[in-house]
C-alpha cells in the first residue's frame, strides 16, 4: 500500500477508478462493447477482401474501364490513409477522448466507402474522386485502430484484457471471408456495373448498425481521470456499474490500498512521443516494434500474393481462388479465439513466443515441401492454414502488446506509430514476393523468400524470450504508470507491478 501525504498536491485527485474496472465481472456490457467496438476489424478484412475480389472487374469497359495499374494503385491508396488516419485520429482519441473518436473514425469511414460506390464514370476526374474516397475510407480504418483498441483494453477487466483483445483483431479474417463470399455472389447475381459497387457497399450498411449502438457506450473512465475530469469518469464507471448489476452479477469489494494519486499531464504530441517511447521505454519499443514488423511483413508477404501462388505453381484458376481464400480466412480467425484465453493464462511471453517461434518454424518446413514439389493446391491451402492459425494469434497479441505496454496518455498515440511503422515494413514484403514469384518457373526462389520470412517471425519469438512484458492480469496502470500518476508523485499500489 502507498502512503499518500495527508494533503494532495494542487490539482491532484485520488481514484479507485482502475481498480473499480478491473474487478468487474464479465457482463453483458461487455460483450456488448466488444461487438460494437470489434466490428472495426471486421470493415478492415471486408474492405480489403471487397476491393481486391472487384479488382478485376473494375477493368472492364462496362465499369470504370481501368488499367491494372490503376487498379493495383486502389490497395496503395487505402493503405496510406489508413496509416495517415491512424496517426492523426490517434493523436485525436488521445486529446479528446475514445469516444469520441471511435464514432467519428466509423463515420468516417462510412463516408468514404459509400462514395466510392458513387463512382459514375471513367476519366482522369472520376479517377480521382475514386482514389480519394478510397483515401477517406483507409483514413477512417487506421484511426479505428488507434481509438478501439485503446477502448477496448481500457474499459475491459484485466483478467480478460488478452483473449478479448486477440479475439477482436482476429475478427478481420471474418470480415475478409464475408468479403470474399459476398463479392463472389454479388458478381454472379448483378451486372458488372451494379455489382461491384454493391459490394462496396456491405461496409457501410453494417457501420450504419454498428454507429447507433456506439453512441450508447461510455467514454473511458481511465481516460477521463487522467485527464482531470474527475467528476465525469465517476458518472461513466457508476453507469457501467450499474449495468453490470442490472445483468444479476454481483460486484466484488474494492480493494481501497489500489487508490492512486493523480495529477493530469500535460498534453503530448508526436515529438514528446518519441521521448517516452524511446528514452523512457526504449527495450518496450523495440519489442513492440520487432513484433509488429515482423507480422506485417508475413501476413503481407502471403495475403496479398497467395492468389498469384495457387495460379502459378497451382494451376488454380482465378474463378476458384476465393474457396481457397475462405479455407485460409478460417485458420487465421480460429488462432485467435481458440488460443486468446491461454495469452491470459499461460502468460503474454509464452504464448507470444510460442505463436511466433511454431509459425515460424512451420513456415520453414512448408517452404521445404514446396520446393520439392510435395504439395498440391489443397494441401498447400492446408499449410498455411496450420501456419498462421499459429501466426494470427501472434500477430493480434502485437497489436494488444503495443496496445498495454505504454501509459494511457500516449496508448493511442503509440499504437498509431508501430501500425504506421508496420504498415510502412509490410508493404514491402508483397512487392519483394511479386518478383521472387516471377513467372513460376522457379520454385527455388520463392523456397529462399519462405525462409526469410519465417526468420522473420523467429526473430521476433527470440525477441519476445528476452525482453517481453509478462502483462497477464495485471491493471494497465501496473504494467505501465501513467503520466499522471508520476506529475502527482504517487506510486502505484499493486505490489505484483
Not at 288 to 302: D, E, P, R, V
Request: proline content about 4%; charged content about 15%.
Amino acid at each position: 500500500m502507498t502512503d499518500y501525504p495527508s494533503t494532495l498536491a494542487a490539482g491532484s485527485v485520488r481514484s479507485l477508478i482502475p481498480a473499480r474496472i478491473d474487478r468487474l465481472p464479465w457482463s453483458p456490457f461487455h460483450t456488448r462493447l466488444v461487438v460494437a467496438l470489434g466490428v472495426a476489424w471486421i470493415l478492415d478484412g471486408l474492405e480489403i477482401t471487397v476491393a481486391s475480389g472487384v479488382g478485376d472487374v473494375l477493368t472492364d469497359k462496362t465499369t470504370l474501364a481501368l488499367t491494372s495499374v490503376e487498379v493495383g494503385a486502389l490497395a496503395s491508396v487505402y493503405l496510406i490513409g489508413e496509416v495517415v488516419g491512424a496517426l492523426f485520429f490517434g493523436r485525436m482519441s488521445d486529446k479528446l477522448g475514445r469516444r469520441n473518436l471511435f464514432i467519428l473514425t466509423l463515420g468516417v469511414y462510412l463516408f468514404g466507402s459509400a462514395t466510392t460506390a458513387l463512382t459514375l464514370g471513367s476519366g482522369t476526374g472520376w479517377l480521382l474522386f475514386l482514389y480519394l474516397t478510397r483515401f477517406v475510407a483507409g483514413t477512417g480504418i487506421g484511426g479505428e485502430y488507434a481509438a478501439i483498441n485503446s477502448a477496448i483494453d481500457e474499459l475491459i477487466p484485466a483478467r480478460y484484457r488478452g483473449r478479448v483483445d486477440l479475439a477482436v483483431n482476429g475478427t478481420y479474417w471474418a470480415g475478409a471471408a464475408i468479403g470474399s463470399i459476398g463479392s463472389y455472389l454479388i458478381l454472379h447475381i448483378f451486372t458488372l456495373s451494379v455489382g461491384w459497387r454493391i459490394g462496396f457497399l456491405i461496409g457501410p450498411v453494417l457501420a450504419v448498425v454498428i454507429i447507433f449502438v456506439r453512441r450508447n457506450l461510455p467514454e473511458s473512465p481511465r481516460w477521463q481521470v487522467m485527464n482531470g475530469r474527475s467528476a465525469e469518469a465517476e458518472e461513466s464507471i457508476a453507469q457501467i456499474e450499474r449495468k453490470v448489476e442490472a445483468s444479476g452479477r454481483v460486484l466484488p469489494p474494492v480493494d481501497p490500498g489500489k487508490e492512486m494519486e493523480l495529477k493530469p499531464a500535460d498534453d503530448i504530441g508526436y515529438l514528446a512521443l518519441t521521448k517516452v517511447l524511446f528514452r523512457e521505454y526504449p527495450e518496450r519499443s523495440a519489442y513492440g516494434g520487432t513484433l509488429m514488423i515482423a507480422q506485417s511483413f508475413l501476413y503481407n508477404a502471403i495475403f496479398f500474393t497467395y492468389a498469384i501462388v495457387l495460379g502459378k505453381f497451382y494451376g488454380v484458376n482465378a474463378a476458384a481462388t476465393p474457396v481457397y481464400f475462405v479455407l485460409f480466412a478460417v485458420g487465421n480467425l480460429l488462432g485467435p479465439l481458440l488460443l486468446g484465453p491461454l495469452f491470459d493464462t499461460i502468460g503474454r511471453k509464452k504464448m507470444i513466443s510460442g505463436t511466433y517461434l511454431v509459425s515460424g518454424i512451420l513456415l520453414a518446413v512448408s517452404a521445404y515441401l514446396f520446393r520439392a514439389g510435395a504439395f498440391t493446391a489443397v494441401t498447400q491451402t492446408i499449410a498455411w492454414c496450420a501456419i498462421f492459425f499459429f501466426a494470427s494469434a501472434g500477430a493480434s497479441a502485437g497489436y494488444l502488446t503495443v496496445s498495454e505496454i505504454f501509459p494511457l496518455e500516449v496508448r493511442a498515440k503509440a499504437i498509431a506509430v508501430f501500425f504506421a511503422i508496420a504498415q510502412c515494413f509490410g508493404a514491402i514484403g508483397p512487392l519483394v514476393y511479386g518478383a521472387l514469384i516471377g513467372d513460376g518457373s522457379n520454385p527455388t526462389h520463392l523456397f529462399f523468400g519462405y525462409l526469410f520470412g519465417a526468420g522473420v517471425m523467429v526473430i521476433g519469438g527470440l525477441v519476445t524470450i528476452a525482453i517481453g512484458v509478462a502483462a497477464e492480469g495485471k491493471s494497465l496502470e501496473d504494467i505501465a504508470i501513467p503520466l499522471a500518476a508520476r506529475q502527482a508523485g504517487s506510486s502505484l499500489t499493486n505490489k505484483s507491478a
